[in-house]
């Protein structure tokens, strides 16, 4: 039963105080003394030991919350990426971008479970998603226009400020 404790940091206090425990402990202490120095009480003492010899140093570390049990399953997960890859003017709205808003209404209408726009966010992020933002372009924009003025008159105007410059 001697296991030594791996030289990982504990977390936090109470993690290092149940640590010094069974260190304690593993020297020979008795329950009552470990109570004492620890400035607990001997149940609290009782319980630690008991977690450590059932799984050893490693049961006394904490253990984070387990959270929420998530209302969409890992199946309904992929079907909502496939709804995603249809795109939205596929499921009635306007435009072909997602928001947070839309993907929220997608997820209620075809699986009947309400999350805010954040968290809807946040579900097809961890989905590998990305956030779109619609790019904002002038409806009477010419390309042919600006490829000409990038070509031609950028070049000339260059020329322009190199000879200036050099004089």
Same mark, same amino acid.
């Given at each position: 039963?001697?296991?030594?404790?791996? $030289?990982?940091?504990?977390?936090?206090?109470?993690?290092?105080?149940?640590?010094?425990?069974?260190?304690?402990?593993?020297?020979?202490?008795?329950?009552?003394?470990?109570?004492?120095?620890?400035?607990?009480? $001997?149940?609290?003492?009782?319980?630690?030991?008991?977690?450590?010899?059932?799984?050893?140093?490693?049961?006394?570390?904490?253990?984070?919350?387990?959270?929420?049990?998530?209302?969409?399953?890992?199946?309904?997960?992929?079907?909502?990426?496939?709804?995603?890859?249809?795109?939205?003017?596929?499921?009635?709205?306007?435009? $072909?971008?997602? &928001?947070?808003?839309?993907?929220?209404?997608?997820?209620?209408? $075809?699986?009947?479970?309400?999350?805010?726009?954040?968290?809807?966010?946040?579900?097809?992020?961890?989905?590998?998603?990305?956030?779109?933002?619609?790019?904002?372009?002038?409806?009477?924009?010419?390309?042919?226009?600006?490829?000409?003025?990038? &070509?031609?008159?950028?070049?000339?105007?260059?020329?322009?400020? &190199? &000879?200036?410059?050099?004089?």
């Amino acid at each position: 039963m001697n296991e030594k404790v791996k $030289e990982q940091p504990p977390r936090d206090w109470r993690e290092a105080r149940r640590l010094q425990a069974w260190k304690l402990k593993q020297k020979g202490w008795k329950q009552k003394d470990i109570a004492e120095a620890l400035g607990v009480s $001997e149940g609290a003492v009782s319980q630690w030991l008991k977690r450590a010899r059932e799984g050893g140093a490693e049961a006394l570390r904490s253990q984070p919350g387990p959270g929420a049990k998530p209302r969409l399953d890992q199946h309904q997960k992929q079907g909502l990426l496939a709804l995603l890859a249809l795109g939205a003017e596929a499921h009635g709205f306007r435009g $072909e971008v997602w &928001t947070q808003p839309r993907i929220a209404k997608l997820i209620r209408r $075809e699986f009947g479970v309400r999350y805010p726009p954040s968290q809807a966010g946040r579900i097809v992020k961890g989905l590998g998603w990305s956030r779109q933002k619609p790019q904002h372009r002038a409806s009477q924009r010419d390309e042919a226009a600006i490829e000409r003025w990038r &070509t031609v008159e950028w070049d000339r105007i260059k020329k322009k400020l &190199t &000879t200036s410059s050099a004089r």
